[in-house]
């Protein structure tokens, strides 16, 4: 009897272990690092290079709180040295398994990145393809994207967008952009998007005709936030994230413009509350770009609010439950807010 109760206690405290999200502030750049309720960890984009390694450690700091020995998955969206550019010093801090990208092949001009990352993971790395699974216990990660290619069919209850009818068109970003590999992480009701950057133009395509990846709960925004060329309507009005995290740095993202572009707009932020059903927009850095309060979120909810100078690299955290509840941290000020997944 104390043995079957036992394991009743066990059973009870295992099904209890949270789906953890940790938005690293790499200022601007990408590290979101994901622990399942199993305890495997997968970390997607390793940020900047620096000569004091500063996306690394901020990166390695975050799996010492997540309490993560190795990272057993890495997956690089794309060759960008904001997104690929702290692996190398990462590697020398913690183990890391296997590793996922969207295939070898860019521009010359992002070769040296191309080659930095093969340093870490030749041998052990996977080119996935839109369509492609990656095991991580409980949670589900569905490939959308990959290498300039989509899914070809529709998953989390995707269907015809009416949105399409009136949705505007931008020309194509960089081709290294486009390759971005697009995953979207279930875990029970609960779901996350993460495009990598995306642009305007293939957020169109993602949508139009159809929705290929449903309404999601949590929506991590393409282009750090810069939404000259990102957050299209027709693809974010289609998606209903029920919350929406800036990944922007001080003086990149939010409030400012996309590589290529010249045009300067304080409507990002609008756009994001425009959204049906959005609840609430978290943010990794105060826009420095344009701090007025109208087109940032509540300050409790932004992790940093200074220069790079004077930066500490606060996270924001989620922290997922299976029956849907889930709770967003700020490590500045252990500010959070409780939602529940609709």
């Given at each position: 009897m104390a043995a079957a109760f036992w394991i009743a206690i066990c059973h009870v405290q295992i099904q209890a272990q949270s789906f953890d999200i940790y938005w690293v502030?790499?200022?601007g750049g990408a590290a979101t690092l994901l622990i399942s309720p199993n305890g495997e960890s997968l970390l997607v984009d390793t940020g900047f290079p620096s000569d004091d390694n500063r996306d690394a450690l901020r990166i390695f700091e975050a799996t010492q709180e997540a309490g993560v020995v190795r990272i057993d998955h890495l997956v690089i969206t794309h060759f960008h040295r904001d997104h690929v550019g702290g692996l190398n010093g990462l590697a020398e801090m913690i183990p890391i398994g296997k590793c996922y990208d969207h295939g070898t092949n860019t521009e010359p001009s992002n070769q040296q990145w191309v080659d930095a990352y093969l340093r870490v993971c030749d041998g052990k790395r996977v080119a996935v393809s839109a369509g492609d699974?990656?095991?991580?216990?409980p949670v589900l990660i569905d490939i959308v994207a990959s290498d300039e290619r989509l899914i070809q069919s529709p998953i989390n209850g995707g269907a015809v967008n009416a949105l399409c009818a009136n949705a505007v068109q931008k020309p194509q970003a960089s081709p290294e952009n486009q390759r971005s590999i697009g995953v979207l992480f279930t875990f029970e009701s609960f779901t996350f998007l993460d495009l990598g950057d995306f642009n305007w133009a293939k957020e169109v395509e993602l949508a139009c005709p159809i929705n290929l990846v449903g309404e999601v709960t949590l929506y991590q925004t393409s282009r750090h936030g810069a939404w000259d060329d990102a957050g299209a309507p027709s693809h974010l009005y289609a998606i209903k994230p029920q919350v929406i995290v800036v990944n922007n740095g001080p003086r990149k993202g939010l409030g400012g413009t996309s590589p290529g572009y010249t045009e300067v707009t304080t409507s990002h932020y609008e756009r994001m509350l425009k959204s049906p059903d959005?609840?609430?927009?978290?943010?990794?850095?105060?826009?420095?770009?344009?701090?007025?309060?109208?087109?940032?979120t509540q300050a409790e909810m932004i992790a940093n609010l200074e220069e790079t100078e004077g930066c500490?690299?606060?996270?924001?955290?989620?922290?997922?439950?299976?029956?849907g509840r889930f709770t967003m941290t700020n490590s500045r000020n252990d500010f959070s807010q409780a939602y529940m997944t609709r």
């Open positions: 502030d790499v200022e699974q990656i095991p991580f216990g959005v609840e609430a927009v978290w943010q990794g850095h105060l826009s420095l770009l344009d701090s007025n309060p109208a087109h940032n500490e690299g606060h996270w924001l955290q989620a922290s997922v439950m299976s029956d």
